[in-house]
Nanobody, 117 residues
Framework: QVHLVESGGGLVQPGGSLRLSCAAS????????MGWYRQAPGKQRELVAG???????NYSDFVKGRFTISRDNAKNTMYLQMNSLEPEDTALYYC???????????WGQGTQVTVSS
């Protein structure tokens, strides 16, 4: 199995910043693409940003230059630096990784980000 644990969420004021981390453990030598997703009540889970093993990055349109995704392959950890947070960013943020070993996607438990209005 691959275990993913997100951390760094919390309650912040509009305009504030958070840095999310996703630590992978278990069968971690076959990790491929990773990504951050989020889900707010009444909405579908959506991609925030994705990053390949080689470092290629894509962002969803709503990011608008505010977020930065990165990964440290040596530490098996992925990050999401979020600046200029808005109330619409309030959601449960999930880490996802694609495993080359078994072809499955693995998800973390999520970390809550709440931006007050």
């Amino acid at each position: 199995q691959v275990h993913l644990v997100e951390s760094g969420g919390g309650l912040v004021q509009p305009g504030g910043s958070l840095r999310l981390s996703c630590a992978a453990s278990g069968s971690i030598y076959h990790l491929n693409a990773m990504g951050w997703y989020r889900q707010a009540p009444g909405k579908q889970r959506e991609l925030v940003a994705g990053i390949t093993r080689g470092g290629s990055i894509n962002y969803s349109d709503f990011v608008k230059g505010r977020f930065t995704i990165s990964r440290d392959n040596a530490k098996n950890t992925m990050y999401l630096q979020m600046n200029s947070l808005e109330p619409e960013d309030t959601a449960l943020y999930y880490c996802k990784v694609e495993s080359l070993r078994d072809g499955r996607d693995y998800w973390g438990q999520g970390t809550q980000v709440t931006v007050s209005s």
